[in-house]
């Protein structure tokens, strides 16, 4: 059963698909560009997904299958790629999902993250959000910021990951990477720790409880620079989702902490292309100014959509412009970036005005 399993896991690198599902009752299902391609093979039974699970998980995911109903963790396939690995029990059978992580770290130019960003990068202390829902790439553009960091600065950078996805080498910086239920037992407890191992530069997997935010504030506030991420989309939700995680009566002292301590928030969305094979990323980019600082504090979130709109000097940007933008350049279809719009009725008016004026041009 290994070897048909390797036999997979083969395929999916050669075909550069995103995620391997293997479910009792169909057969091997490959997620390409976005859609899922079951492959041409015998639906599987119970007894492969038990040997699947057997070949690749250790011994405690293992058990906490059997304690809790599944597990995560990351995943080598020889020397050829990663996986980073959810095996779960549904209908009292096990069903596992792979997705591939990428072994090449990307650059800006590759996951086309505005040069904007970059200059958030040197800045000695604050804290750095990306946000968007699952499989948007956050994971990846994280990789390519601590990558960065780790080729121009000499700094001690400190992961924090459930699992380790993607693997760095010391360059100009020492990196540490600590993975929940391996090396450490939680998020804030790991971020607590990390501030007695003199670093500079602390990156969050994932800030899901009240805990771990805290954590993470409190980190960028005494001197460090910190990346965390959420699942929200657009820099208003991030912010509300944040302040929202605390008792009424600690949230006007979180906004304060906040407004003072965010540096940017930056939100994505996977898109398939246009044309051909692959996906790009599309960005909101939200850089905390004096006036957002302000907004932040005096809980007014909701005006933070044309304090972006005015930003573009700073290297701000909505989401919908960048989807805009990726229309016009034909890069992504209409109905993609109208699924993906945070407001449709403005996106299909702006397109509107772009299509009369390219047929009715000025005289």
């Known amino acids: 059963m290994t070897v048909e399993l390797n036999k997979l896991l083969q395929l999916v690198v050669e075909k550069r698909a995103s995620d391997l599902h293997l479910t009792v009752g169909i057969p091997p299902t490959l997620r390409l560009n976005g859609n899922l391609r079951a492959l041409n093979l015998p639906a599987l039974t119970n007894d492969d997904t038990v040997s699947f699970m057997k070949a690749i998980a250790p011994e405690r ?183 929202d995680a605390f008792p009424v009566e600690q949230q006007e002292q979180i906004r304060a902490q906040l407004s003072s301590a965010l540096l940017a928030v930056i939100s994505q969305a996977l898109l398939p292309k246009a044309e051909g094979a692959g996906v790009l990323a599309a960005f909101e980019i939200m850089i905390v100014t004096s006036a957002i600082e302000h907004l932040i504090r005096e809980n007014q979130t909701h005006k933070i959509t044309s304090a972006i709109q005015t930003g573009a000097q700073q290297g701000m940007i909505l989401l919908d412009d960048f989807l805009y933008n990726l229309f016009i350049q034909k890069k992504i279809t209409y109905q993609i970036m109208m699924q993906s719009a945070q407001s449709p009725p403005d996106l299909e008016q702006k397109v509107k005005d772009f299509t009369y004026a390219q047929t009715n041009p000025k005289r």
């Open 61 to 243: 995911i293992q058990q906490e299958i059997k304690e809790k109903g599944g597990g995560d963790f990351g995943f080598a396939f020889e020397k050829k790629a990663r996986f980073r690995v959810a095996i779960y029990m549904q209908r009292g059978s096990v069903g596992i999902a792979l997705r591939l992580i990428p072994n090449k770290l990307l650059s800006f130019d590759e996951i086309g993250l505005p040069p904007s960003t970059k200059n958030l990068l040197f800045r000695p202390r604050g804290l750095i959000l990306v946000t968007g829902p699952t499989g948007s790439g956050k994971t990846t553009t994280l990789a390519t910021m601590i990558d960065f960091i780790n080729i121009e600065n000499d700094c001690h950078i400190i992961t924090i990951e459930d699992p380790i996805e993607y693997y760095h080498e010391h360059k100009k910086s020492i990196i540490t990477q600590r993975e929940l239920n391996v090396d450490i037992g939680s998020f804030a407890e790991a971020i607590r720790r990390a501030l007695r191992m003199d670093p500079d530069c602390i990156m969050v997997g994932e800030m899901r409880d009240l805990e771990t935010i805290q954590a993470a504030i409190t980190a960028a506030e005494t001197g460090h620079l910190v990346f965390g991420t959420l699942h929200t989309t657009g820099a208003a939700r991030t912010i509300n989702r944040m302040v």
